[in-house]
């Protein structure tokens, strides 16, 4: 039997580990992790990007999934590679599911002021999360976090308040927690919820995103 093969697209600054803890069958499936490319320009479009990015796409009919900003890649990277599905967990399918601040950042452009310099020298700030919950948290971020260019971090945020889909494409499920803050869940339609998911629950409900995946790819 032929293996389907998955290319994973990471989220947000983030790298490939942050699926290291899903559980799917190598007898089923090939993995392959894609990492974020130097934008050629804050100001390069995320069409023009997903072009470039999509020539590390070499299998044919591949699964694409996406967390967060790689959901919403992963639907760009669609538009080049002909996918036999498209997974996004945690993120959005147009620009309505985008919750309300962000259309007042892209109104006002306050987005620009965004202190990237906080993830690009983590390290020096991790000492300021206070409390047993938040310095979890901080060290999650300081492990997966990994792509920290000021370029990078600029041109990810501009696309993500930029981003004009409007009709999702084909062949996409949505994987959404419940408790997700970055993407209200009342703001997103046709998914399959998670309970108790937030927004890093790729990280923490690792095991029943897997078996959620691996029921849609096998149906």
Request: aromatic share 12%; with cysteine.
């Amino acid at each position: 039997m032929k293996k389907t093969p998955i290319y994973f697209v990471p989220g947000l600054a983030a790298s490939p580990r942050i699926f290291e803890n899903l559980e799917l069958d190598p007898e089923k499936y090939t993995f392959h992790y894609l990492e974020w490319i130097r934008p050629l320009a804050v100001e390069e479009d995320i069409d023009n990007y997903a072009c470039r990015l999509s020539d590390d796409i070499t299998e044919e009919n591949p699964v694409l999934i996406g967390v967060s900003f790689g959901g919403i890649m992963a639907q760009e990277l669609a538009k080049f590679v002909n996918p036999k599905k498209v997974i996004i967990i945690s993120s959005v399918k147009n620009q309505n599911e985008l919750p309300k601040r962000f259309r007042f950042a892209k109104f006002t452009k306050i987005y620009r002021i965004f202190p990237t310099i906080v993830v690009e020298n983590f390290e020096e700030y991790a000492c300021f999360f206070l409390g047993k919950s938040l310095k979890k948290k901080a060290e999650l971020y300081q492990k997966y976090l990994s792509v920290r260019s000021k370029k990078y971090l600029k041109w990810s945020i501009f696309n993500i308040i930029q981003w004009e889909q409007m009709k999702p494409v084909e062949n996409i499920v949505h994987i959404h927690g419940s408790k997700d803050t970055v993407f209200p869940i009342k703001n997103i339609k046709n998914t399959i919820e998670v309970d108790g998911g937030t927004h890093i629950m790729i990280l923490t409900k690792a095991k029943k995103i897997s078996k959620i995946i691996d029921e849609v790819l096998t149906c």
